[in-house]
């Protein structure tokens, strides 16, 4: 059974950081790409940030440059974000994705909550 099981969200001040984490599990892990995406309240999901296989490409949504960032350990069947210099605008509910030619997964989300 594929799974793909996010946390790390919650409440945090603006200024500040959080590490999300997501487990894969189900299917082989490295060989799917990943990436993290985002849905505010009444917006569409958008894209975070990518990774490849084998981490050694990355991309990110032009507002998360230089805050976010992607990471994976294909030993752990695990990807990161390290999230920096939060703001209210990043409040969303984040999920987890595994791509690969013909093949999509979604984790259940963790929600990120950006307020004083």
């Known amino acids: 059974q594929v799974r793909l099981v996010e946390s790390g969200g919650g409440l945090v001040q603006p200024g500040g950081s959080l590490r999300l984490s997501c487990v894969a599990s189900?299917?082989?892990?490295?060989?799917?790409?990943m990436a993290w995406f985002r849905q505010a309240p009444g917006k569409e999901r958008e894209l975070v940030a990518t990774?490849?296989?084998?981490?050694?490409?990355?991309n990110y949504a032009d507002s998360m440059k230089g805050r976010f960032t992607i990471s994976r350990d294909n030993a752990k069947n695990m990807v990161y974000l390290q999230m920096n210099s939060l703001n209210p605008e990043d409040t969303a509910v984040y999920y987890c994705n595994a791509k690969t030619i013909g093949m999509t997964y979604w984790g259940q989300g963790t929600k990120v909550t950006v307020s004083s």
């Open positions: 189900g299917f082989t892990f490295s060989r799917y790409g």
């Open positions: 990774i490849s296989t084998t981490g050694g490409s990355t």
